[in-house]
């Protein structure tokens, strides 16, 4: 079965300033899978991740060339609208950073800000928690003050501020990294169950876990795009004896 391509970068090149950070990246991310970007820290993964919604526009001298293409669009022209970009390919960050409201106005705040009747608001909220699997834990204390969740809560509810504006793309950078193992269990539950609605492309340091929530893996070194494939491929019989030794431990 062929599976449609939601999101496609070719040649792509990007420099913080004078300093080239990635090299000629070719990617296909297909829809309603999850890609996985694994390789060590400083590789490329995360600068990867926010070319793909020009997250990197922010960074003084950031400049990114090549095509970045979402549902055959150019990402990267300049005729596109960030604001629109960012609300179809949405993004979870390493941190949690729920704003300082009520668990429920971080969920409805996006879609206030984009003039949603107040009247759909709530129903969409609910919604949006249920997707990201802390409804049940919070539905008695909407209007407290998100800031008293705990870690794994908090990012949760992070997932549910960004699905409420239903992105197409959902990038989602070490999400898990410091939660505990029952919280970050949680987490790649709401993404096996999310996949079946958007794409999610992950950026994971866990070998672990890019085994047991990817479809496909891609390995990054040095800025460069070293090997992708199916998850089960790269897992047990990667191309290269490089991603083998980082998959394995070996690496370095």
């Given at each position: 079965m062929?599976?449609e391509?939601k999101?496609?970068?070719r040649?792509?090149?990007?420099?913080?300033g004078?300093?080239?950070a990635l090299?000629?990246?070719?990617?296909?991310f297909?829809a309603?899978?999850?890609?996985a970007?694994?390789?060590?820290?400083?590789?490329?993964?995360?600068?990867?991740?926010?070319?793909?919604?020009?997250?990197?526009?922010?960074?003084?001298?950031?400049?990114?060339?090549?095509?970045i293409?979402?549902?055959?669009?150019?990402?990267?022209?300049?005729?596109?609208?960030?604001?629109?970009?960012?609300?179809?390919?949405g993004?979870?960050?390493?941190k949690p950073n729920?704003?300082?409201?009520?668990i429920?106005?971080?969920?409805?705040?996006?879609?206030?800000v984009?003039?949603?009747?107040?009247a759909?608001?709530a129903?969409?909220?609910?919604?949006?928690?249920r997707?990201?699997?802390?409804?049940?834990?919070?539905?008695?204390?909407?209007?407290?003050?998100?800031?008293?969740?705990?870690?794994?809560?908090?990012?949760?509810?992070?997932i549910?501020?960004?699905?409420?504006?239903?992105?197409q793309?959902l990038?989602?950078?070490?999400?898990?990294?410091?939660?505990?193992?029952?919280?970050?269990?949680?987490i790649?539950?709401?993404?096996?169950?999310l996949?079946?609605?958007l794409?999610?492309?992950?950026?994971?340091?866990?070998?672990?876990?890019?085994?047991?929530?990817?479809?496909?893996?891609?390995?990054?070194y040095?800025?460069?795009l070293?090997?992708?494939d199916?998850?089960?491929?790269?897992?047990t019989?990667?191309?290269?004896?490089?991603?083998e030794?980082?998959?394995?431990g070996?690496?370095?």
């Open positions: 062929t599976v391509c999101l496609t970068t040649n792509l090149d990007f420099f913080y004078k300093v080239q090299f000629d990246v070719n990617l296909n297909p309603n899978r999850v890609t970007l694994i390789g060590p820290s400083g590789c490329g993964k995360s600068t990867f991740l926010r070319c793909l919604n020009r997250m990197n526009d922010l960074i003084p001298g950031a400049r990114a060339t090549g095509a293409q979402l549902d055959g669009e150019d990402v990267n022209s300049p005729r596109t609208d960030v604001v629109s970009l960012r609300r179809r390919v993004m979870v960050f390493q729920p704003f300082p409201k009520t429920f106005e971080n969920v409805a705040y996006g879609l206030r984009n003039g949603m009747d107040k759909l608001i129903g969409r909220v609910e919604e949006s928690l997707r990201a699997a802390i409804f049940d834990e919070v539905k008695d204390r909407l209007h407290a003050s998100a800031l008293g969740l705990s870690g794994g809560q908090q990012q949760r509810l992070c549910a501020r960004a699905l409420a504006v239903e992105p793309v990038l989602m950078d070490e999400p898990a990294s410091a939660l505990d193992p029952i919280a970050t269990q949680k790649e539950e709401s993404i096996h169950e996949k079946h609605q794409t999610i492309i992950i950026v994971t340091h866990n070998m672990q876990q890019a085994a047991r929530i990817s479809d496909r893996t891609a390995f990054f040095m800025g460069k070293i090997e992708e199916d998850t089960g491929v790269m897992f019989r990667p191309k290269l004896n490089q991603t030794d980082y998959i394995t070996r690496f370095g």
